[in-house]
């Protein structure tokens, strides 16, 4: 990377630096088509899983009201069946009697003017007991009937429930990989960030002034407020705006290397030690904190650092490096962090 940078200042260019461009527009190109096909499939199945569960919800709402009135036509077959029983025994009472009162004709035929009343009575009786019991029996069919068709409907509703359960089911599995793609495409993207922040941070650690108030701590590059601004101010002196220049130089030359496709920004994060100050123009240490911050951004964006890459935030001092409360520690908590993180 060095260099690659220093033949870039002496006015020469890699033969494989036109390879690379054209191959990283290239994965600009497929990923931004991958992703295009994943939202607009990601619409698509979404669209119809609404539409299934709608139907699911009307499919359930008619197997339910099939369910109840299987189950009245149940009860009412019982009924008609309780009913068939008593008439058929009253039939069988009915012709009972009239066997009685035929044998009563045959040995009183002295009494047949009032015996035969009785026959006729009788049989009267038994004919419109046999009309009952013949209507109650076409009912019977008749439910049965019913019964058989609200079984078939059963049936084919619970086949079509099925039905849209597995193509849901099979819906559902196709997110999951979309997913999954989606996740591996920017776990990608984030792992090739982080080889971008050690690259950026190795190339500070070489074109930096090896200074003991410039340190690299865990991801962040730190340095001493003294390095960049006097006591209780927040304007650079010559000295900062020196290695500002260094660190603008290797942002210009950061911006042109990471893809277009990644989010990245610069966060420029001042901070204090714990001594109160308040002054005309600063009323506490957030404020100038986050003026010192600022000034940073400001300077950077003056030397060519695209401002959409920046940002600028002030913790006075309320996050220290040092809990100490002696000199030392206080000098070590006036600093400025730079972090090199996602958008």
């Known amino acids: 990377m060095a260099g690659l940078a220093s033949r870039r200042r002496g006015g020469q260019e890699a033969p494989y630096w036109p390879g690379f461009v054209d191959a990283m527009a290239q994965l600009l190109l497929v990923i931004t088509f991958l992703l295009s096909v994943f939202m607009v499939a990601q619409f698509l199945l979404a669209r119809e899983i609404s539409g299934q569960d709608t139907a699911l919800v009307k499919l359930r709402s008619q197997i339910a009201e099939l369910t109840q009135l299987l189950a009245l036509e149940r009860s009412q077959k019982a009924e008609l069946e309780l009913s068939l029983g008593a008439f058929t025994d009253d039939l069988a009472a009915a012709k009972a009697e009239n066997a009685k009162l035929a044998g009563m004709l045959e040995t009183q035929a002295a009494v047949g003017t009032e015996a035969g009343a009785n026959v006729g009575s009788l049989e009267s009786q038994l004919e419109s007991e046999k009309e009952v019991s013949a209507a109650a029996l076409a009912q019977v069919e008749l439910l049965n ?3 058989a068709a609200l079984r078939r409907q059963l049936a084919a509703l619970n086949e079509a ?3 849209s359960e597995a193509k849901d089911a099979e819906a559902q599995a196709q997110i999951t990989d979309l997913g999954k793609r989606l996740n591996t495409a920017l776990a990608q993207k984030v792992q090739e960030l982080a080889r971008y922040r050690s690259e950026f941070f190795g190339r500070l650690r070489k074109i930096l002034s090896q200074r003991e108030e410039i340190q690299v701590v865990g991801d962040r590059f730190v340095f001493q407020s003294e390095v960049l601004f006097p006591k209780g101010s927040a304007v650079m002196d010559f000295t900062g705006n020196l290695e ?16 277009a496709d990644i989010s990245w920004v610069l966060r420029v994060d001042g901070h204090t030690d714990s001594d109160p100050i308040q002054t005309s123009q600063f009323k506490s240490n957030w404020e100038l904190s986050a003026a010192r911050a600022i000034e940073v951004v400001k300077y950077l964006v003056s030397k060519g650092v695209s401002p959409e890459h920046l940002v600028a935030a002030g913790f006075g001092e309320f996050q220290p490096i040092d809990p100490g409360t002696d000199e030392e520690a206080k000098t070590r908590n006036r600093r400025i962090e730079l972090k090199l993180t996602e958008r």
Do not use: F, R, S, T
């Open 145 to 147: 009937q019913q019964i």
């Open 161 to 163: 429930l099925e039905a």
């Open 244 to 259: 500002m220049d260094k660190l603008a130089i290797a942002l210009n030359e950061l911006e042109q290397e990471i893809p």
